[in-house]
């Protein structure tokens, strides 16, 4: 067609200006696709997001639509212009397109478009996927507690009526028994703050009576059933009882993050009976370590466990709680018969986030989930146009050699001897454009460390499965038109030369 319209008197302007007519359509209509997806897209995005602070500020602007506009603008100026030209001075200079489009040069420009290709699409695939796997992790991280089952309220006891620390113990015993007897209630307890609430326990330097180091520990007021009601496992020791009153000896919890760092070359077994000083409004209290409990995510699944102690409401009353109670009959069935449990006990006690527990959960995890879809959505993504662009380039740098196989079959070439050249040909770029990548993603990844979780960097599983995808896909696409072309008829490429 190209030595049709210069025969016809057809200047290297004329084909530049024939080649951009025919590859604007395209690539406006490409874009404007791109760009209702985007839209549609982000706003499915938004719809499945927890609330978002400023939510009206994510949407399309005009210099998106402009900026997609010259992105296909430019992108139909590079690929109708590369071509044009090459078909303009190679009409001029008399050369033969045999050898594909621009002889030898055009092939080494093919191979270094599939290096690219290979080269960019690599470093996108590994973060995608260290992402991936580092919210999947985050995602099955444990909590240390259960949450299915169990409804939640929160109370504050008026101080004017109880303002007694009897008062408020003899308020919360009669509390507890009265929704231990609801029906379908299996345990029932109290905590100064639940986990993935919001309301941190109170941070204190606690000190040791043997002499080490002071430690950095939360501290949480709870009932004996609050261990039951979230299930949170006992390691050594035991739960506070019923003996464990006001004028009993001092005693508390501590969790397993605690034993470590108090005790570092006991077990935790050891750490019970262990003594331990807590500054309180009566000065320096001594307390006995014992039980040692499970470690418990308080703040989130990315946030490390740290050390806790749980000492009983019984020798230190809350003047606020939080009522967790595991049921074996769902927390909506059982909701309204606990807060008339309450109410029972006293009419006028006001009550707020009345919610089983896995409402607080789903809540806190909200964004980590959030941004497990926004990476597998980066990940298809990525993989769809690495498969696409490395699949279509390499298909037509196979294909264009397909005159070329013809004629070697016609000489006598073995069929299979010719396909595994034409691979070797074709993944000679791909593979270069693999080490190149590979270097490339060594190098992103240190900037993502900072996002993992439960993952390194230098994943071996996400750095050996990214080039292995590319690597397929390369395979797949030079395959299927090198053993096309070996099927042709050799006569075909003669009668073509």
Known sequence: ETALRVALGAGRRDLVRQALAESLPPALAGGALGFLLGIWGTRLLLAAAPPLARPAEIA????GLLFALAACMVVAFLAGLAPALQDAGALREGRARTAGPGGPRGARVLALLVALEVALSLPLLTGAGLLGRSLAHLSSTPLGFTDQGVVTLRLEPPPARYAGTAELGAFYDRLLARVAAVPGVRAAGLTSSLPLSGLYAITLNVS?????????AGYRGVSPGYFAALRIPLRSGRLPGSGDGPDSAKVALVNESFARAAWPASSAIQAVGRSIL???????????????VGDVRHAGPAEEPRPEIYVPYSQSPLRFATLAARTDRGPEAVLAAVRSAVWEVDRDLALAGVQPLERIVEAATARPRF?????????AVAVALAATGLFGVTAWSVTRRTREIGVRLALGADRGRV?????????????????LGLAASLALTRLLAGLLHDVAPTDPVTLSAAPLLLLLIAVAAAL?????AARTDPAAGLRAE
Do not use: K
Not at 60 to 63: I, L, S, Y
Not at 278 to 292: D, F, K, N, P, Q
């Open 208 to 216: 040791l009576e043997d002499g080490e180091r002071p430690v950095e």
């Open 480 to 484: 299927l038109p090198a053993r096309r």
């Open 371 to 379: 941004h497990r879809l926004l990476a597998g959505v980066l990940a």
């Open 60 to 63: 399309f602007e005009p210099r």
């Open 278 to 292: 807590l500054t309180g409004a009566a000065g320096m209290v001594s307390r006995e370590v014992i039980g040692v």
């Open 419 to 435: 396909v595994r050249g034409v691979l070797r040909g074709a993944l000679a770029p791909v593979l270069a454009g693999l080490v």
